[in-house]
Each structure stands twice: as C-alpha cells, then as structure tokens.
C-alpha cells in the first residue's frame, strides 16, 4: 500500500511544478515581447532628425494622434474666432425646410403652377410621385428653393390650393456647428501637412509606413468633415418645401355603375373555378388524414368482431353443456 501512495504524491508534485514552469516562461516571453516593442517604437520615432535642430520624435509626437490634436486645438477655435472678429461678424448658418398639405381642384394646373413657380425663385423640382387612383389619388412634390425665397416660395404655394390642410416649417441654426467644423477642418490640413513633410524626411521603411498610416487617417477624417460643411453650405442655401395635394370633395365625380353582363359572366366562371378549386382540396385533405380516422375504426371493429365471436362460441359451450345435463 506505501508505493502506490509515493507514486501518487510524486506524480502530484511533478505536475504542480510543470504549470509553475510553463508560468514562469510564459512571463519571461511576454516581458521580453513587450520590451522589443517598445525598443523598436522608441527607435522608429527617434531615426531622423531635422535640419532646424528640432528633433523627429517632438514633432511625430506633435503630429501623432492626429484626431486627438485636431480636437484639442479645436475647443479653442470659437474663442480664436470671436478673438478676431467676435461672433456678431460671422454669418449666420440656417437650415430651413417646409412642408404643406393643400386641397386642390386639378391637379395638372396645381403641378405646372409649382413647377413654374420653383423656377422663377431659381430652384428645382426634386422629385413628383402619387398614390392611389381616381378620387383617392394624391399627389406629392419636393422643390428646392433658395435660402431667400423660402417664405415667398411658401406663400405663393398655399394661394394655390382652396384649403391648407397641414403647415409646417422648420428652422435649425447650425451656426456653431459650422464654425467648428471649419477650426477642426483647418487643424487636420495641418496635421496633413506635418505629416507630408515628416513623409517626405523618413528613411526606414517602418517609419515610412506608420506615417503613411497617420495620413491616410488624418485624410479620411478631411474628408468626413468637408462633406459634413458641404452639406450645411448646401442645405443653407437652398431650403427644401414638401407638397402634399388632393382633390377638393366638392369636385369629386361619382361614376355610375353600368351592366356589364360579359362581366357578370366571367365572374360567375371564376367563382365556379374557385368552388372546384375548394371542392379539391377539401377531397385531398379527407385524403391526407383517412388513416388517422381509418386505421382506429378498423381496429375497433376488428375488437368488436372478435368479443361477438367470443361472446357466440361461449354461448353455444354454454348451450351445449346444459343440454348434457339435462339428458
């Protein structure tokens, strides 16, 4: 009994120390990963210098992060514009848009007098679309005019229609949001620029590379941004107006129904084709589900059957034996 326990115990100890060492390793491995790393990080930033004295690793750090150094600089570009010319002297951002639900008696007149109406304020019709038919139809248009004209626009568009059922304007001054992007804007063009020229000193393929990769982001977030002040140069501009237009119910005409016996006909074919078609598959779903009512009534049957003929042949040993017994 003593060896089996040893055995046992040193196994124990024996692995106990295999996961100490394999511990232990995997450390060693890890601290001597994490200090290469750094080691080549230290000497990728620190391999060129620059001709006015000022060394390559201050000024990658200056342009490093470029996303982070644009939105420093950027929390005091509204104090550096009112510093110039105060927030008075900067014009004003708007984006207007409208929307207008009107009753109409044609729709053709009412869709040319936009039309020619957008194209007097020098805008543009953007899209005409309608749903329904008849009586239902409606018909909707989206213009665009400009910035100036949007009130006028607005009014000479509810004169159009014998009723303004629904009237709604919008207006967001995106002032400060303007003048942000445009601080933040000009602080990424900078950080292009140091990176172009912190690009055009590196030699080493590693420092060529990470710059290229500091770039290409600073260049994605340039153009995030100009689309975002394009958008708002734009929308600022030209102010979009929606029109909803239906029939006035007063012009509403209520066609009278005629006899159509050919109609008649058809439709008594079709109900006669539909009733087949039900008449079919009523038959194939008594089908599909006999044997669920077959196969138990064949059975009860069968045990019905089974009891009678016992019942019979007990009934006639019975007979018999009273027979025998009165003879």
């Not at 303004?164 to 400060?176: A, F, H, K, R």
């Not at 994605?220 to 006035?248: A, C, F, K, R």
């Amino acid at each position: 009994m003593e060896k089996p326990k040893k055995k046992t115990w040193l196994i124990v100890l024996l692995s106990i120390l295999g996961v100490v060492v394999i511990c232990i390793g995997g450390i060693i491995i890890a601290g001597i990963t994490i200090f290469n790393s750094s080691e080549n990080s230290t000497i990728s930033r620190s391999s060129y210098d620059y001709d006015d004295g000022v060394s390559s690793t201050s000024y990658l750090n200056k342009a490093a992060g470029s996303a982070d150094y644009a939105y420093e600089e950027t929390a005091i570009a509204p104090e550096y514009y009112q510093s110039e010319g105060s927030s008075e002297t900067l014009n004003q951002v708007v984006l207007k848009s409208g929307s207008l639900s009107i009753v109409i008696d044609d729709f053709d007149e009412s869709q040319k007098a936009i039309e020619e109406a957008t194209q007097r304020y020098n805008g543009y019709v953007v899209s005409i679309s309608d749903y329904g038919i008849d009586n239902d139809k409606v018909v909707y248009m989206s213009v665009r005019v400009p910035a100036e004209s949007f009130d006028s626009a607005i009014e000479e568009f509810k004169a159009l229609g014998n009723e303004v059922i629904d009237l709604s304007i919008n207006t967001d001054d995106v002032t400060m949001e303007y003048v942000d992007l445009q601080a933040r804007l000009e602080n990424l063009k900078t950080s292009e620029r140091q990176f172009t020229e912190i690009m055009s000193r590196a030699v080493d393929i590693e420092d060529v590379l990470a710059v290229q990769r500091e770039l290409t982001n600073v260049r994605s977030q340039i153009e995030s941004l100009q689309g975002q002040i394009n958008y708002y140069d734009n929308h600022s501009e030209l102010s979009t107006i929606s029109i909803s237009m239906s029939l006035n119910p007063d012009n509403i005409v209520i066609p009278e129904e005629q006899w159509r016996p050919l109609g008649v006909l058809k439709n008594a074919f079709l109900a006669f084709v539909e009733f087949l078609k039900g008449v079919f598959v009523m038959i194939v779903w008594i089908v599909v589900f006999s044997p669920i009512i077959i196969i138990p009534y064949i059975v009860i049957r069968l045990i019905i059957k089974a009891n009678k003929k016992k019942a019979n042949k007990m009934a006639i040993e019975d007979g018999a034996k009273v027979e025998k017994n009165n003879k």
